[in-house]
């Protein structure tokens, strides 16, 4: 069996061998929308629980719009310019408005990649910034939430008198779904807020898993943290196969997201009735699989239609390497994820652990294999699972010993795809 997986900007094709039953796991989605620009418009008009942008907007003397940065594929270029002409229309010039990069703890967008996100003619005519999480002093202490989380938040955001965000939902790795919130916090949180909600009290809990948020606790986390920003308005939207826009979803941020969810839950969940003796996977093509960092998100994803004891194969460009300085030393440093997980259960978080503390935890339930060639060779004897030079020779190592038969699941584009078994 041949079939293309998603990697670096091209795609991979790949020879399956004979003998097993695959399980293909294509990414579902709903259908592309015949009139997106059209139906931008009218989600502006006419929001979910929340009057019309341009009524929000009548009266404010600044906005802010916090917006995914280079590894979310967030259609930015279709929705900016309808959002910014209701904020003129308001009586916003573009010097009233700032559009914030939501980095997280990713590193700053580039010159060249800000025109990506946002669009040339939007880079040309307003303001676009980078967030700096590491820059404390560049942040507003917000108080602490119910659980204690300090919170901290980027003052260019909480200084406007109408705060917004634009994105996109899929499934996340611990937060159930992307989107909403999230581009609150992590988004424009600064490092001393971002690591209490990427702490071991949060990464280990059952409930902070793919595909869920109705008892997610980093979900509500998060949803109070943007209580405290005065969230107002956002702008979500579902994607198409080819990244197009198959639903928006503006409006309240809780309800507006909440029904959003719903519709992409509806849309890509896959149920399989047995688990998998073994999985491949895949970082999703870019931008996630840009850094090794981003394209554990694919493992994640597979940990869940895996049998324990069995095995995943992670299928990754890893163009920019690794990932970031904090992300590269832990994984230089940590040759054996259980005494990584040991190490980190009690101590102070650092800066990326809990992306390596996700892969700890899928090495808990099976054994991972590797076909990753932008990750540097000073990185490949502290890989907690083997490296291969080819694909071919990955595949081999992955089905080798299984029994005739047994069931393997592929799936393509990793992170995109939602996929449990049948309970019972």
């Known amino acids: 069996m041949r079939l293309k997986l998603a990697f670096g900007k091209s795609g991979l094709e790949v020879d399956l061998p004979e003998g097993f039953r695959y399980h293909i796991l294509e990414a579902r989605f709903a259908a592309p929308l015949s009139d997106p620009l059209g139906a931008i418009e009218q989600a502006l008009d006419r929001p979910i629980e929340s009057p019309p942008l341009l009524e929000l907007a009548c009266g404010k003397r600044s906005a802010a719009i916090s917006v995914c940065d280079i590894t979310r594929p967030t259609p930015n270029r279709l929705i900016l310019p309808a959002v910014l002409a209701r904020l003129q229309r308001a009586g916003l010039r573009p010097s009233d408005v700032i559009i914030l990069i939501a980095t997280g703890l990713h590193r700053p967008a580039t010159a060249s990649e800000i025109r990506e996100i946002v669009g040339e003619a939007v880079a040309a005519q307003w303001r676009v910034e980078n967030h700096e999480?590491?820059?404390?002093?560049?942040?507003?202490?917000?108080?602490?939430?119910?659980?204690?989380?300090?919170?901290?938040?980027?003052?260019?955001?909480?200084?406007?008198?109408?705060?917004?965000?634009?994105?996109?939902?899929?499934?996340?790795?611990?937060?159930?779904?992307?989107?909403?919130?999230?581009?609150?916090?992590?988004?424009?949180?600064?490092?001393?807020?971002?690591?209490?909600?990427?702490?071991?009290?949060?990464?280990?809990?059952?409930?902070?898993?793919?595909?869920?948020?109705?008892?997610?606790?980093?979900?509500?986390?998060?949803?109070?943290?943007?209580?405290?920003?005065?969230?107002?308005?956002?702008?979500?939207?579902?994607?198409?196969?080819?990244?197009?826009?198959?639903?928006?979803?503006?409006?309240?941020?809780?309800?507006?997201?909440?029904?959003?969810?719903?519709?992409?839950?509806?849309?890509?969940l896959e149920l399989l009735e047995e688990p998998a003796e073994a999985v491949i996977t895949t970082g999703a093509g870019y931008p996630l699989d840009l850094t090794f960092y981003q394209a554990i998100k694919g493992i994640t994803a597979a940990s869940h239609v895996v049998r324990p004891g069995g095995r995943i194969l992670l299928v990754a460009a890893c163009a920019e390497g690794a990932g970031g300085p904090e992300f590269r030393r832990l994984l230089k440093e940590h040759s054996d994820w259980g005494a990584f997980l040991e190490r980190i259960r009690e101590a102070p978080v650092i800066v990326d652990q809990w992306q390596l503390e996700k892969l700890a935890l899928a090495c808990q339930r099976a054994r991972i294999l590797f076909y990753t060639p932008g990750v540097p060779g000073e990185y490949h004897a502290s890989l907690w699972g083997p490296l291969f030079d080819s694909l071919e020779a990955a595949i081999a190592a992955l089905v080798e010993g299984l029994p005739p038969g047994a069931p393997i699941a592929v799936i393509p584009e990793g992170p995109y795809v939602l996929a449990k078994v049948r309970a019972g």
């Open 133 to 268: 999480a590491r820059k404390l002093e560049a942040h507003r202490f917000l108080g602490h939430t119910s659980s204690g989380t300090p919170v901290w938040i980027d003052e260019r955001f909480l200084a406007a008198d109408l705060h917004m965000s634009i994105g996109f939902i899929e499934p996340h790795l611990m937060l159930g779904f992307s989107g909403g919130r999230k581009l609150i916090a992590p988004g424009l949180a600064a490092q001393q807020t971002i690591e209490v909600l990427h702490s071991p009290r949060f990464m280990r809990d059952p409930r902070a898993v793919e595909g869920s948020i109705e008892d997610n606790p980093l979900h509500r986390e998060l949803l109070e943290i943007a209580a405290l920003a005065r969230h107002d308005f956002i702008v979500d939207v579902a994607l198409a196969q080819n990244r197009q826009i198959a639903g928006v979803f503006a409006g309240h941020p809780l309800e507006a997201h909440r029904r959003g969810v719903e519709f992409v839950s509806r849309v890509m």
